[in-house]
């Protein structure tokens, strides 16, 4: 039952939605108690309490659950949830200690993501609630760990949905300028503070891993390289060359520091410029490729992208595939959250009818296990792979 002076606010949610923890605008039936933004909201759904969660009435996503028990967001309710994501990783990858630690909603702390590069940790709060309890975080984590920093990566578009200000700094502790981090073996220099997002892309662990299985003996181009991390991993499988290409010198300049890292800088080449334009270059001076990788940046950002989106993903697939090799492998990646798998499908049905070639799917891949994607909540998959093979 809700008790007086409770700050409550009761729902209906579609039976689909039951297990979702999201809550928007036309979901709201009553709001009781006054919350203010990032307050903690009781939740019932009728007179069924169904949880504790963030309110925010200046986001379409009016409330978070985060817990369907009644918890309280406090130091105990951290630890417990960032103990059990890190034994989660710790069952999928034993060897490994750098990963996403937290993915929101995944690890039922929605809001939040958190990942841990050796004793470093980078924060993200996406929610009002959560931004107003990260000293809760810092503290929940330095009790689990031996932290040697926290820094705060919030300079993203979505935090202004919330209402939050863009920004990025130290939390606490201190972070060095570089960290060399473990994925599979290979060894990578992250720079958090100057690095694109966190740093390092943890989602394509498991793309990564399959490039370097299927390379030895052949020539790999590695398009939107960034720091270098899919043509390390294609030399040390084997590859006899891997050709990089990124438009961000500093980038590059990373990426060459890793390949001496993992000792296959004699087979690395990195090249600076506009990946569209390199690679009609290429295909203009007849270069060819056994292995093309593909890993842009999000081009759909939001819905009203998606038709600029979906041109920008057919072009550069379609140059990709215009420069391998019979029997050729492309991988070729999407972290744009709304290109579904059937929309990535027809703009590779469409990229390959107008290259003139042949391919059969001998592969789907998508986000690693530090990435988990959960049922209930379908945005939480936001990764996909396709590998093809020319025929």
Not at 181 to 201: D, L, M, P
Not at 345 to 350: A, G, K, P, T, Y
């Amino acid at each position: 039952m809700v008790k007086g002076e409770e700050k409550v606010v009761v729902v209906k949610r579609k039976p689909s939605k039951k297990r979702h923890f999201w809550c928007y605008r036309d979901e709201i039936i009553q709001v009781k108690g006054n919350p203010q933004k990032g307050d903690v909201v009781s939740v019932y759904e009728g007179e069924k309490f169904i949880g504790k969660g963030f309110w925010n009435p200046a986001s379409s996503v009016r409330l978070r659950i985060f817990s369907p028990e009644g918890e309280d967001f406090d130091v105990p309710f951290l630890k417990k949830r960032i103990l059990t994501a890190y034994q989660h990783r710790k069952a999928l990858l034993p060897e490994e200690e750098d990963f996403r630690l937290v993915y929101g909603e995944s690890d039922s702390l929605p809001g939040v993501v958190i990942d841990k590069y050796q004793n470093c940790f980078v924060l993200q709060t996406y929610s009002y609630g959560a931004d107003l309890r990260k000293d809760k975080i810092i503290k929940a984590l330095c009790e689990i760990f031996p932290v040697q920093g926290v820094f705060e990566k919030n300079d993203f578009s979505g935090r202004t949905v919330e209402g939050l200000e863009r920004k990025e700094g130290l939390l606490y502790g201190e972070i060095p300028e570089e960290v060399i981090i473990s994925e599979n073996g290979a060894k990578f220099y992250v720079n958090i503070k100057e690095g694109q997002k966190t740093g390092y892309y943890f989602d394509q662990r498991l793309t990564r891993r399959r490039v370097r299985e299927m390379s030895a003996g052949k020539e790999v181009l590695d398009v939107f390289t960034y720091t270098g991390s899919f043509s390390i991993n294609a030399c040390l499988g084997g590859a006899k060359s891997s050709l990089g290409i990124d438009g961000s010198q500093w980038a590059l300049n990373l990426a060459r520091k890793n390949a001496e890292l993992n000792k296959v800088s004699d087979r690395c080449q990195f090249l600076l410029g506009n990946a569209f334009n390199l690679l009609r270059e290429l295909y203009r001076a007849r270069r060819r490729f056994d292995i093309v990788v593909l890993d842009p940046p999000p081009f759909i950002k939001t819905l009203k992208d998606k038709e600029d989106g979906f041109r920008g993903y057919r072009d550069i697939n379609l140059q990709a595939m215009r420069l391998l090799r019979s029997g050729g492998i492309l991988f070729t990646s999407t972290c744009s959250h709304y290109f579904f798998w059937q929309d990535f499908l027809e703009c590779l049905v469409s990229a390959a009818e107008d290259a003139q070639r042949d391919f059969r799917i001998i592969g789907r891949l998508t986000q690693g296990p530090d990435h988990p994607i959960i049922l209930s909540m379908p945005e939480s998959e936001y990764l996909r792979c396709f590998i093809l093979e020319v025929y």
